[in-house]
């Protein structure tokens, strides 16, 4: 597991190099991860309505760093 803190494109090319992905997917994700450090925290309350989040400490948020794949 490695907090999701510290998660970088690094691990997006992990992933995509595990699952032997096409290199447009691969900078299509890291493109994403990138808007995605840049958004502000949610405060919504249709979001928040059942959670905490200021009461999260990020460092304990966790990725699974198996890649394997979940048959739903």
Known sequence: MQ????I???HVDDISASKSEPDWLKQYRKNSF???QT??????P???KYT???R????QVS?????REHNL
Not at 3 to 6: I, M, Q, V
């Open 63 to 67: 990725l699974s760093v198996s890649f």
């Open 3 to 6: 907090a999701l803190s510290t």
């Open 8 to 10: 970088t494109t690094t």
């Open 34 to 36: 990138t808007i995605y």
């Open 39 to 44: 958004l502000p925290p949610e405060v919504s």
């Open 52 to 54: 905490d989040a200021k």
């Open 56 to 59: 999260m400490d990020p460092a």
């Open 46 to 48: 249709l979001y928040n």
